[in-house]
Nanobody
C-alpha cells in the first residue's frame, strides 16, 4: 500500500522559513519522479515543485522559484521542500505525490503564513 505522509508545516510570519518532509513507503521510491502540490483555502490543487528519481532536474512553479528548494534522500525514502521568504499567498495544505499520480497524494501538512 502506497503511503505518503507530509510533516513540518506550521504557523510562520511573512518572510520566515519552513522545511517540509514527506515519508514515503509501499513503492520503490527511488524510481519515481516526485512532486509537491498544495491546496489553498477555497482553491484548487496547484503543482508546486518536482524532482526526478535521482534527485536531479528540480522544477518549480514560477511563483516559488528562488524561494523554495526541493530535494530527496532515497536512502531514507523521504522528499523535502525547503521554503524560504514565505508570504501569505503560500498559505495552503501541502502534499507530496508521485508526479504521475498527483491525485494519489497522501496526508498533507498545513502551512499558514501570517502577514
Amino acid at each position: 500500500e502506497v503511503q505518503l505522509v507530509a510533516s513540518g508545516g506550521g504557523l510562520v510570519q511573512s518572510g520566515g522559513s519552513l522545511r517540509l518532509s514527506c515519508a514515503a513507503s509501499g513503492f520503490i521510491f527511488r524510481t519515481y519522479d516526485m512532486s509537491w502540490v498544495r491546496q489553498a483555502p477555497g482553491k484548487g490543487l496547484e503543482w508546486v515543485s518536482g524532482i526526478d528519481g535521482g534527485g536531479s532536474a528540480p522544477r518549480y512553479v514560477n511563483s516559488v522559484k528562488g524561494r523554495f528548494t526541493i530535494s530527496r534522500d532515497n536512502g531514507k525514502n523521504t522528499l523535502y521542500l525547503q521554503m524560504n521568504s514565505l508570504n501569505p499567498e503560500d498559505t495552503a495544505v501541502y502534499y507530496c505525490a508521485k508526479s504521475v499520480d498527483l491525485n494519489g497524494r497522501g496526508q498533507g501538512t498545513q502551512v499558514i503564513v501570517s502577514s
